[in-house]
């Protein structure tokens, strides 16, 4: 993208939040876009779209686990639940694996029974095939959630658990689920180990298969450490299958359940500020170091000024980030002449 096509973000985030398609893609092309023109203009649509509602409306939904437990073909059973129920849903398909089904778009409307998913105004799907970075959710997924939770009322994130995955979806998502796989140790050995918070929501996939899933359900349920538990939240253990959709009607409503369970225990408004304050620190780490965190206030400062300003963390992210830039710049000038001549200069010293 070239600094001429570059969208104005005003006007982008207006048609965002309309709902419209195509802008949605657009905002989500500019997101993934690094250079420092587009990250200018990236910082700008996220701040136009920030605001209260971004602390209280719409449901983030993470749904990680082993790879082949089931997760996209859950998806799919649950969009077609949340579709009937006239809720417009957002899908970021971080899963290598879903590319077939979730890239496409056309493969994954035949199994959801909409002919063709592009032609359903209500559901937008993107995959980000191979942006699971080695030991965690690369930092742009994290925008972009957030980007099509202005648009749609439920916003899907898939990602491949394998330990470090399961944190930092647990940073994203209002509600997590983790999907198991029968007759596999991995979930109840990593609970037990505490390497994983516990899942909002533990799926049990092939229930098909019949003793073996019943067996990883129980142990799922004796296996999640007490003391880390919402004493208000139950933690269900759901025994489904995508497949055959069986059970696929409760599981959902215990995403409504939780949800509904955020907002009455206030929870939600917190969780929200403290997963953006984290990932703010995280994409300000990414571009301008430690040493960026540091000339912004340290972590506890920049934490600070992002809780003051929580109902628009993106304009202060956006304020923070000119801040530095402007820094970095006075430092180190961007033309490499001057650096040259500086470089000389010094080694004539
Ligand atoms: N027997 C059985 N197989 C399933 C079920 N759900 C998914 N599968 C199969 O499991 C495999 C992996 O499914 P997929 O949804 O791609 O898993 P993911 O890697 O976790 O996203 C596919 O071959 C599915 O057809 C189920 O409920 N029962
Ligand atoms: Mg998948």
């Avoid at 920030?50 to 998806?75: C, D, F, M, Q």
């Amino acid at each position: 993208m070239t600094r001429t096509s570059l969208p104005d973000p005003d006007q982008l985030a207006v048609r965002i939040l309309r709902g419209e398609r195509a802008a949605v893609a657009g905002g989500l092309n500019l997101l993934d876009n690094k250079l420092a023109e587009a990250r200018n203009c990236a910082a700008r649509l996220l701040a136009s779209l920030s605001g209260e509602r971004w602390l209280n409306e719409g449901h983030l939904v993470g749904i990680t686990g082993p790879p082949g437990a089931g997760k996209s073909s859950l998806v799919c059973a649950m969009i077609r639940e949340w579709r009937l129920a006239g809720r417009s849903v957002g899908v970021l398909a971080v899963d290598p694996s879903s590319r077939p089904e979730l890239g496409g778009g056309a493969l994954l409307g035949d199994r959801i029974r909409i002919k063709n998913s592009s032609q359903d105004e209500g559901l937008f799907i993107r995959s980000l095939a191979n942006r699971n970075q080695l030991g965690g959710v690369a930092t742009e997924v994290w925008p972009m959630s957030w980007l099509m939770l202005a648009s749609f009322d439920i916003v899907v994130i898939e990602t491949v658990g394998v330990g470090q995955t399961e944190i930092d979806i647990a940073d994203i998502g209002d509600t997590v689920c983790y999907v198991a796989q029968p007759a596999s140790g991995d979930t109840i050995q990593y609970l037990k180990s505490g390497i994983i918070e516990i899942p909002d929501i533990f799926a049990v996939n092939k229930c098909d298969l019949g003793a073996a899933a019943r067996k990883t359900a129980s142990e799922i349920s004796r296996s999640a450490p007490r003391q880390d538990r919402r004493e208000d939240w139950d933690y269900p253990v759901c025994l489904v299958s995508a497949t055959m959709n069986a059970g696929i009607r409760e599981f959902h409503e215990q995403f409504d359940r939780h949800r509904k369970y955020l907002a009455r225990t206030d929870l939600l408004r917190g969780l929200r500020t403290r997963h953006q304050s984290a990932w703010v620190v995280r994409l300000l780490k990414e571009e301008f170091g430690t040493l960026g965190l540091e000339l912004a206030g340290g972590r506890a400062g920049i934490e600070r000024c992002l809780g003051d300003n929580a109902s628009n963390q993106f304009a202060e992210y956006e304020r923070i980030r000119k801040h530095l830039l402007s820094r970095f710049m006075s430092v180190n000038p961007p033309s490499s002449l001057t650096r040259k001549e500086h470089s000389d200069e010094q080694a004539t010293v």
